[in-house]
């Protein structure tokens, strides 16, 4: 049987080749009758003329090599050589390539470098080796950081450098063993050609490589400057805008640590610009808005008065906002840029991406003109009454509050706003606003002040006028002082510096143990009352200090010396409520009392006898207008002695604190004069 190629290139045979013949002739009238004996004869089921056809020839397709012979033939002679010496490569290549896996195993890759290092064709052992002969000794080099015309030297004991031998030789036993064939042959053929160099794992100390970081950021690193308007007079100006600069941190602690190992020691710093917010396009509209507020004064009316405010006075007032850009509004006319318009503008050089961009917008800033307007309006509305405790005879009674009515500064500066920067009248109607007392009657209630802790009272000579102002003038300071839960009163803190506008005049005051005239003399007599009257309490002292000698008129043991920028007199509250302090005088006597709710202290104190007792030095000073022989004390002397003062605090017979006050009087001199005048000598003329 012969067989020929067709032209739809299958192979036939001449019996096929005639029963295909026939069936063209016979049409399909003959392949309808054989179609009806088939199902006549209950054979397989009908095919058409197209599905017979392709069943025929699918059984004498060639397949395999000879489909792949048949499409070589057919291929031009140039592709064939090409593609049998690709052929021939890929094979060698791939036998080169499982030969030199073969080779290395259990090695590193040949033509393998670590930080310059040649590591190609060692065992892991021999890798750690060879890499910490070779690395180690470069960590005693320091490794210089740059950034521009500034630089930086960093030792490895800076930062704790150390190679970390491990991974080193885990990332170079890595090179050509990669999970996929082609990734494998890669990393191969690149180490055979010599470009794999792998930078040597080093590792550091994080705290001490942010140490480092933080020194060089602090020199390189600047916070970006946004536009700004600035006023001079009556003129606003725009003061331009400046990128900032921010190091790449984790990138230099990196190389910075990478270097140690390397060959090259030095890195150049990178860092990136930080954009600005507002740029000069975002700010010019403020300041023209700025302008216009300051073109001319302003008028405040309310009810029939009204005052006028210069353009000096508005510059005062004008503050600066950023607002998001797009949600700028137009304040006025002409203010605030409109975002449409705005968006369609080019951005300008310091438009980095990543900051969002905002606008700047003027306003009147509410506490600026308060501190010109209110002294002025202050007449419109009522002062607000703080609630007021009041004392008689150990009790409290606490005075309500009452709130006033007060400029609305806050709604007048908005209206300002928007009238300056309009075009029309520039006057502005006053509002008034209901202005909360301080204290509240509700507040002063809440504050648990209900009754009398202690008192004390102590004595003073009413003929030294000065040193009375000063007793009185600080009490009426003191008075009403309030002390909260958990805090600590300060003498010093409260009064603060006796000055002369205060009302403080000279007196006589101790001052290195000497009695000397100054301003705000007598302050110690409030000191002393006030420390007895919180000894009585029984609420914690926390500072005291007794005078430079002692002062027979005070208790013994028992006083307290004061003086801004020196010694102190200080005092908590221990208990849940607040604590008020109250004071009340007389030309001769001054009384303090602890007001609060009594935390149900019992004190009881004991004074202890005088020991070290040193006797007062004497000094005589000749004086020359007294008849000889005769003494007169100038100052007398006082001798320097101790004492011990015990306080103990008991609440329901269970000791709370004992206290122990000891107080070291030094030795006063005594000043006596002594007269050297020589006696008159009488002589008797005879009579003539």
């Known amino acids: 049987m012969h067989?020929?190629?067709?032209?739809?290139?299958?192979?036939?045979?001449?019996?096929?080749?005639?029963?295909r013949d026939t069936m063209s002739d016979t049409g399909a009238s003959g392949l309808e009758q054989a179609s009806d004996k088939s199902r006549n004869d209950g054979d397989v089921p009908t095919m058409t003329a197209g599905q017979w056809a392709e069943r025929r020839a699918n059984r004498h397709r060639p397949k395999g090599l000879a489909a792949l012979r048949i499409w070589?033939?057919?291929?031009?002679?140039?592709q064939r050589w090409s593609l049998a010496i690709s052929a021939v490569v890929f094979v060698m290549v791939a036998v080169l390539a499982v030969v030199e896996v073969a080779s290395s195993a259990g090695r590193v890759h040949p033509g393998v470098r670590v930080a310059g290092v040649k590591v190609g064709?060692?065992?892991?052992?021999?890798?750690?080796a060879r890499l910490d002969e070779e690395l180690v000794p470069r960590f005693d080099e320091p490794v210089h950081l740059t950034f521009e015309e500034q630089s930086w030297s960093v030792e490895s004991t800076q930062v704790l450098a150390a190679l970390d031998s491990t991974a080193a030789v885990d990332a170079a036993m890595a090179v050509g063993r990669a999970e996929t064939f082609s990734a494998s042959l890669r990393d191969r053929l690149r180490a055979w050609a010599g470009a794999i160099d792998l930078a040597a794992p080093v590792i550091g100390d994080p705290v001490s490589v942010d140490v480092v970081l933080a020194q060089v950021a602090a020199e390189v690193d600047k916070a970006p400057l946004d536009a700004t308007v600035v006023i001079e007079g009556t003129t606003a100006r725009v003061e331009p805008s400046a990128l900032g600069l921010a190091v790449r941190r984790e990138e230099l602690a990196t190389e910075m640590l990478s270097a140690f190992a390397a060959e090259q020691r030095a890195v150049e710093i990178a860092a990136d610009f930080v954009p600005v917010s507002v740029t000069e396009e975002d700010a010019a509209q403020a300041a023209e808005d700025a302008m216009k507020m300051m073109s001319g004064p302003v008028t405040i009316t309310y009810e029939t008065s009204s005052w006028e405010f210069p353009a000096t006075d508005i510059a005062t007032w004008i503050a600066f906002r950023a607002v998001p850009f797009a949600s700028a509004e137009t304040t006025g006319a002409g203010a605030a840029a409109d975002a449409t318009a705005a968006a369609s503008q080019p951005a300008t050089a310091t438009q980095v991406p990543g900051a969002e961009r905002m606008v700047l917008e003027a306003f009147v800033d509410a506490a600026e003109a308060s501190k010109t307007v209110t002294p002025k309006v202050g007449t419109a509305g009522r002062v607000a009454q703080d609630a007021e405790f009041k004392v008689s005879n150990g009790t409290v009674q606490i005075i309500p509050s009452q709130d006033g009515v007060g400029p609305d500064i806050e709604a007048l500066a908005l209206e300002m706003t928007t009238v300056l920067t309009g075009q029309g009248d520039r006057k502005v109607a006053l509002r008034t606003t209901r202005v909360e007392p301080d204290l509240t009657t509700q507040d002063a209630q809440a504050m648990g002040i209900v009754g009398r802790l202690s008192t004390y009272t102590t004595n003073y000579d009413a003929g030294n006028k000065p040193r009375v102002n000063n007793i009185h003038t600080l009490a009426d300071a003191l008075d009403g002082?309030?002390?909260?839960?958990?805090?600590?009163?300060s003498f010093n803190g409260t009064i603060g510096p006796r000055t002369a506008e205060k009302g403080y005049q000279e007196a006589p005051a101790i001052v290195n143990g000497q009695l000397v005239p100054q301003l705000g003399g007598g302050i110690c007599q409030v000191g002393t009352t006030i420390f007895n009257a919180v000894f009585e309490s029984g609420l914690p002292v926390v500072e005291r200090k007794n005078h430079?000698?002692?002062?027979?008129?005070?208790?013994?043991?028992?006083d307290a010396t004061v003086s801004y920028g020196g010694p102190d007199f200080r005092f908590s509250n221990d208990t849940d409520h607040w604590i008020l302090i109250a004071t009340g005088y007389s030309n001769s006597s001054l009384t303090i009392s602890i007001y609060g709710t009594d935390p149900g202290y019992e004190v009881t104190a004991s004074t202890g006898d005088w020991y070290d007792v040193s006797p007062h030095p004497v000094r005589e000073v000749q004086d020359p207008t007294m008849p000889a022989g005769s003494r007169v004390v100038e100052d007398s002397g006082v001798d320097g002695r101790k004492i011990v003062v015990t306080r103990t605090v008991k609440r329901n017979g269970t000791v709370v604190r004992e206290d122990k006050f000891t107080s070291v009087y030094k030795a006063k001199e005594e000043v006596v004069r002594v007269g050297?005048?020589?006696?008159?000598?009488t002589s008797t003329v005879p009579a003539q």
């Open 548 to 558: 430079s000698f002692y002062i027979s008129h005070y208790p013994k043991g028992r």
């Open 676 to 681: 050297t005048m020589p006696a008159t000598t």
């Open 72 to 78: 070589f033939a057919g291929v031009p002679q140039w």
């Open 3 to 19: 067989s020929r190629l067709t032209s739809d290139g299958t192979y036939v045979t001449e019996e096929d080749h005639n029963a």
């Open 481 to 489: 002082t309030l002390v909260e839960p958990g805090g600590t009163f």
């Open 121 to 128: 064709g060692l065992t892991p052992e021999h890798v750690a």
